[in-house]
């Protein structure tokens, strides 16, 4: 077969354009997969399209957005989760404003208790667990019980949980990130450690692209770790990938996820 | 990818202020109107949330799957609404419209490969009802469409 001819025939153009016959497709999608030359020309001119098409486009109004997004949120089981707000969240009846004062309260106070032992628990594990770890670039268990009680307590600081992608309810690991000092710190709950010739990766998204922001291992439940800092964030997660770490995120090996 | 296929608002949103643009400029530059390409964008976006499942990475980039659903559903719009559009019926070129992303490069095409695409592309009509229309042989449609196309690339590349 001419590979050359083949590719500048202008099939390769009508066939990711979207106007080639079911016959042309089906061919050319084998021969892609049997020619590396024709995939590289396919992707080669995706890419020129993609940037052609994203220079100086025309923008729909900015009401639009808030329109879609009205519709794709709530038709029912297909909608969006809303990964914004918390799944236990049900919709709340028109009520007088000092019941939303003293919901307030409530939520304000049960945050409060829930801290205090919140930290108090990760206190205990990780004085128990103090005598184990000999990492350095791990906080001791007295620089993790003061950096971890100065650290959640700054309004500056943003937390959430990281749960099993798909079930919000398996807890991994808490992640925390100041807005202005920019550190990211990851407090490990149960999670089982991987073979020995994996280890676990953090990353964030940052402008659409995932950051890495560091490996780990596992020591103990409990365990803190000041990973790499991040400009800016709303999503985290960890993955598995082969000891020492990989440049891009191995999306099928997706162990956990937390967003702030 | 996963977060777009676990139907995550965020990463949606993502995709939204990223890609809405351009695709809204195809649909625009299909229908005419900012009001039916407004309809169209949000039609758009629910099908590619409702499909994103069935999106395979293998069979092309995430940018040219959603550019193929902007263009389906704005011409699946146009027949909807009307069964042929003869030749001479078809707009204008508006510079407003017509002077940005695929459209502007296709407009330095000769002018003979510039109409048929357009027609194939923009106006959804099939080989037979453009040999029709521009009275040429379907054999010669094939060939003007493909040197065009290859035409198109040796511009794209040189941007």
Redesign the interface.
Known sequence: MDIKAYIESGIIETCVLGIASEAEYREFQELCNQFPEIAEARKAFELSLEHQLMKEPLTPPSYLKEKIFQALTISGPKGLVDATKPEYQVPVRSINVWKYVTAACIVLLAGAMYWAYFINNKYQKLTRNSTTTNQSDHFSHTDAIIALNSFVVKPTVKWSIMAEPGNTSHCMAHIYWDSVSKNTFLLLGNIPKPLSDKQFQLWGILNDQPVNLGIFDIQKEGQLIQMENIPTAKLFYITIEPRGGSDTPNMKAQYAVGQL | ???LK?????????L?D?Y???L???I?QILRT?EE??NV??KV??TI??KVGEYDSE???I??WM??IA??TALAEIKSRNHTVPLSSLPEEDPA?DN???K??INCLVEDQKKIINL??YKGFTIKQIAESVSISENLVRTT??????E??TI??N?
């Open positions: 990818m996963t977060l676990q139907k995550n608002s965020i990463a949606f949103e993502s939204y990223k809405a643009a351009p809204y400029t195809v625009l900012k390409a407004e964008l949000k976006f629910t949330r409702n069979k092309g980039s940018f040219i550019l193929h263009r389906t419209i940005f992303g695929l502007k490069i194939y592309y469409i493909n040197t065009a196309l290859s198109l690339t794209l590349s941007k």
